[in-house]
């Protein structure tokens, strides 16, 4: 018999946070084809295609979860509002990464996800720690980090963002259980 996983819902005050699914292309290729989300991250391509959301929506349903989780997130009211997404990566602990889209700025959603995004992986994987890094240009991010209760460790890396074409110095942050 073939049983298949429910993908795990994470509910907060205000958010969910879900699988995205195929019904969701639309509204992540409008909020993520923004170049200052996209510069701020490593990976994510500029200008971002319905092409690069659907190819985003079928990786994350094939990422192993126990490796790999990505969440949409997904105001009562507004729908979806960005994506957060956890990953070992072979460091310290899982690596934390996330997006919001710009009409969604500056109303703590980025900071309610990341909150639960930390709780559900120290639970779920039974990580105690947690890493994050964000770009020298992007103290939004680092406050976040800071609300969500990170902390920096003083490194400084060299990160490679495709959307700039460049690399850029990324401070990186440490979560403590
Ligand atoms: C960074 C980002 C995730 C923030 O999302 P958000 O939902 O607006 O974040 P929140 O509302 O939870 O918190 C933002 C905090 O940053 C602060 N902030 C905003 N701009 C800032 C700036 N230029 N300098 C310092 N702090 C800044 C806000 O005042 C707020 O802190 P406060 O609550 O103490 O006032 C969002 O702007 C985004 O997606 N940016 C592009 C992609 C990105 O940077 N991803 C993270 C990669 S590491």
Known sequence: MCVIEPSPVVETRRLALRSPQAQDICRLATLANDPDIAR?????????????AEEFVLRVAGQDPAKAQTFLIEHEDHGPVGVLGLFEDGDLGPEVGYWIGRPFWGRGYATEA?????????????????????FDDNPASGRVLEKAGFLYTGEVRKGFSRARGEEARTRRMVWLA
């Open 40 to 52: 701020m991250t490593l990976r994510m391509p500029h200008p971002f295609s319905m092409d690069d």
């Open 114 to 134: 990341l909150e639960a995004g930390v709780v559900w992986a120290s639970r779920n994987w039974r990580r105690r720690a947690l890493v994050a890094g964000h």
